[in-house]
C-alpha cells in the first residue's frame, strides 16, 4: 500500500469504523473480538458509556491550559493514585515511555538530592522493554531496536532473568536504584516470581538503593489489582503507568513515595500536555469504573476462567500451544508455530491478539469482558488452533 506513514509497523490489512465492548466493527462489515485491546490500552473497552460522556463533558471545557496554571482535574486524579497505592506524588505525561523517563529521573536525581550525584545507574533485566525514547531504549536494552541510533545512552546494568545473586553482584558505588515489569509484557509475558519481588525490595532496602516499577502495561487493574506487584506484597518507591490509564487517551503518570520524589522539585521536570485537563478527566472516569467495588476481584475471576480455557486448548493442541503464561487478563500463549502465524489464524476467526518476544502471543482483554466473552474468545481460538495444527509440523520447538 502507498502510504505517507513512516514504514516502522507491520500493520495488518484491517481498520475499523465502530467498536462497543470488546468488540471492533471492521470497514468491510466483519466482527472482531479483540482480545488485544489496542496493546493493553482499552481498558473499558470501546464506546464506555462512562468514558464517552466525561469526554463530551471535558470537550466543551478548556481542553489544555498548560502546567502554568492550577489543572484541578490533574490535582484529583493525582489525589486518586495516591490513594489507591503506595504513592504519595505523581507526575503525569503523555505516554508510558515518557513515565518511565520521569521514573528513571527521579531515581537518578533522588540520589543527587542525598549528595551523591554518582549513582545514576540502574539495575535492569534481560527482556525487559521500557519503551521508544533513547533512555528507555537503553534501559530495555533490546539491540535490534537500538542499532543505528548512536551511543546507546549510559547507566542502565541488565541483570539475567530472576537471578537475585546476579542482581546484587551488579550493585556498585554508582547504582541508585532497579528498574523492572513485574510481568515483562513485550517480553512475553514473563511472570518475575513473588518472592523475587521480596528479595527485590529487601536488596533495596539493605542497600540504600530505589525500586522503581514499569507498570505501564501491567497496571491500573490488569493483573486482578491496581497494581501487579501488589500481589508479591511489595511496595515499591516509583512506579510508570500509562497504557490502561486512559481508556484509549493518551496519559501516563509516575507515581512516587515523597522520599523518592526529593530531588523532584521546582524546575526539575516538565510536559506540556502532561495531566491537561482533558485527559486528566478522562483518566478520572477511568478510575471511577476500575477503583469501583469488586472490580479488581472479578477481572481476577475472570482471569481465572480464561486461563482454564487456554489450558484445556493447550491439552487439546500440544502441536500449536507450547504454555500459558500471565495474570489477572494478562495471557501469555507461547506457541510451537511461529507467532505471527498464530495472531494471523486468531484474526481469521474473528479473534484479535498481540505478538510478544519469545514467540508468545498475548491476550489482553479490556477487563469489562464477561464470562460470555471469553467462552467465544476460547471457541474462536478453538478454530484457528485446529486450522493451525493441520500445518504444523509436530513439535518443532518455539521460534521457528
Ligand atoms: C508499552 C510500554 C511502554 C511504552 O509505552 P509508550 O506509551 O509506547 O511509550 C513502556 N513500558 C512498558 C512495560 C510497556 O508495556
Redesign the pocket.
Given at each position: 500500500m502507498n502510504s505517507a506513514l513512516f514504514p516502522t509497523y507491520a500493520r495488518a490489512d484491517v481498520s475499523f469504523e465502530r467498536g462497543e465492548g470488546p468488540w471492533l466493527f471492521a470497514a468491510d462489515g466483519d466482527r472482531y473480538l479483540d482480545f488485544g485491546g489496542g496493546?493493553a490500552v482499552m481498558s473499558l473497552g470501546y464506546a464506555h458509556p462512562h468514558l464517552v460522556e466525561t469526554l463530551r463533558d471535558a470537550a466543551e471545557k478548556p481542553w489544555h491550559v498548560s502546567n502554568l496554571y492550577q489543572v484541578p482535574q490533574a490535582e484529583r486524579l493525582a489525589r486518586r493514585l495516591t490513594e489507591a497505592t503506595f504513592a504519595d506524588l505523581v507526575f503525569f505525561s503523555n505516554?508510558?515511555?515518557?513515565a518511565?523517563e520521569c521514573a528513571i529521573k527521579t531515581a537518578r536525581k533522588y540520589h543527587a538530592a542525598n549528595g551523591a550525584p554518582e549513582r545514576y545507574r540502574l539495575i535492569t533485566f534481560e527482556g525487559a522493554?521500557?519503551?521508544?525514547t533513547l533512555a528507555?531504549l537503553a534501559a530495555g536494552g533490546n539491540a535490534k531496536y537500538l542499532e543505528g541510533f548512536g551511543p546507546k545512552v549510559d547507566g542502565f546494568d541488565p541483570a539475567p532473568f530472576g537471578d537475585l545473586a546476579a542482581v546484587e553482584a551488579l550493585i556498585g558505588p554508582e547504582t541508585a536504584g532497579i528498574l523492572l515489569?513485574p510481568i515483562q509484557?513485550?517480553g512475553g509475558v514473563r511472570v518475575f516470581p513473588r518472592n523475587f519481588l521480596k528479595g527485590l525490595r529487601e536488596l533495596c532496602d539493605r542497600r540504600g538503593l530505589l525500586l522503581a516499577v514499569?507498570e505501564?502495561?501491567t497496571g491500573v487493574g490488569r493483573t486482578g489489582t491496581f497494581l501487579c506487584i501488589e500481589q508479591a506484597g511489595v511496595s515499591p518507591d516509583i512506579a510508570a503507568l500509562?497504557?490502561g490509564l486512559g481508556g484509549g487517551f493518551p496519559i501516563?503518570a509516575c507515581l512516587a513515595t515523597r522520599e523518592a520524589a526529593k530531588g523532584m522539585t521546582l524546575g526539575a521536570h516538565g510536559s506540556t500536555f502532561g495531566g491537561n485537563p482533558l485527559a486528566a478527566a478522562v483518566g478520572g472516569a477511568v478510575l471511577d469504573v476500575v477503583l469501583s467495588p469488586g472490580f479488581m476481584e472479578r477481572v481476577a475471576r475472570l482471569g481465572s476462567l480464561l486461563r482454564q480455557r487456554l489450558a484445556e486448548l493447550g491439552d487439546r493442541y500440544p502441536s500449536v500451544i507450547e504454555s500459558i503464561r500471565g495474570e489477572g487478563l494478562l495471557f501469555g500463549v507461547k506457541t510451537r508455530v511461529p507467532n505471527t502465524e498464530f495472531v494471523a489464524a486468531a484474526r481469521k476467526a474473528g479473534l484479535l491478539t498481540i505478538g510478544a518476544g519469545d514467540n508468545v502471543v498475548r491476550l489482553l482483554p479490556p477487563l469489562i469482558v464477561e464470562e460470555e466473552h471469553i467462552l467465544e474468545a476460547a471457541r474462536r481460538l478453538d478454530n484457528a488452533c485446529a486450522e493451525l495444527q493441520k500445518s504444523a509440523k509436530p513439535h518443532t520447538g518455539a521460534g521457528l
Open positions: 496493546v505516554s508510558g515511555a515518557e518511565v522493554f521500557h519503551g521508544r528507555t515489569e509484557g513485550e514499569d505501564v502495561q500509562a497504557k501516563g
